[in-house]
C-alpha cells in the first residue's frame, strides 16, 4: 500500500516583516521540524518600489538590504532555538509573486510553500493584486496559505480586536 503520509523536504517560507509573515514563519517551522525538511526563508526587496525615486539611490537600496538581513538573521536564530537545523535564507531583489511562485521554488527544488494570508493593505491589493494569490493561483508545489497562530486561532481576528481596544 502507498504512504498516504505526504512528507515534505524543502520549505519555502515568504517573510515580509507583517503579522502574517510572522505567522508564517513559526508555522514554517514547526512543519519543517515535523516533515525533517529543509526551511528556505526569503525576503523580496520589490524593486518596483524604487522606481519612483528620483534618482535611483544606492544607499537607500543598501539600508533596506542591510535591514533585511538583520531581519533574516533573526529567524534563523529563532529556528535554531526552535531546534531546526536545516534553515537557511535569501534577500531577491524583483517582483514578489513571480519569484515565490516560479523562481525560487524551481532552483531550490522547493515542494511546500508556506506564505501569510495577506501582506497588504486593500488599496495595494486592488492596484497590485495579492501576492498571495498569485502564488497559490501560479505555484507548481502545494502552497499553505497561513490564517491562523500557532494555537491555530484566527490570526486576524486577533489583530483586528487589539486595533479596536
Not at 515580509?16 to 526551511?39: C, I, P, T
Amino acid at each position: 500500500m502507498m504512504n498516504m503520509l505526504q512528507q515534505y523536504k524543502h520549505i519555502l517560507v515568504a517573510v515580509d516583516g507583517s503579522y502574517e509573515s510572522e505567522l508564517a514563519f513559526q508555522k514554517a517551522v514547526a512543519v519543517s521540524k515535523r516533515n525533517h525538511a529543509e526551511l528556505f526563508l526569503i525576503h523580496i526587496v520589490d524593486t518596483r518600489a524604487f522606481q519612483n525615486v528620483s534618482s535611483f539611490d544606492s544607499a537607500m537600496v543598501e539600508q533596506v538590504t542591510t535591514t533585511a538581513k538583520e531581519t533574516m538573521d533573526g529567524y534563523i536564530d529563532q529556528a535554531h532555538k526552535a531546534g531546526l537545523d536545516a534553515v537557511s535564507y535569501s534577500i531577491e531583489y524583483g517582483a514578489p509573486k513571480t519569484i515565490i511562485a516560479r523562481d525560487v521554488p524551481k532552483a531550490k527544488d522547493i515542494d511546500l510553500i508556506m506564505i501569510g494570508a495577506t501582506g497588504l493593505n486593500a488599496v495595494e491589493r486592488l492596484l497590485i493584486g495579492s501576492v498571495t494569490e498569485y502564488v497559490t493561483r501560479n505555484a507548481q508545489c502545494d502552497v499553505l496559505v497561513v490564517r491562523t497562530d500557532l494555537n491555530n486561532q484566527p490570526a486576524l481576528a486577533t489583530t483586528k480586536t487589539k486595533k479596536t481596544k
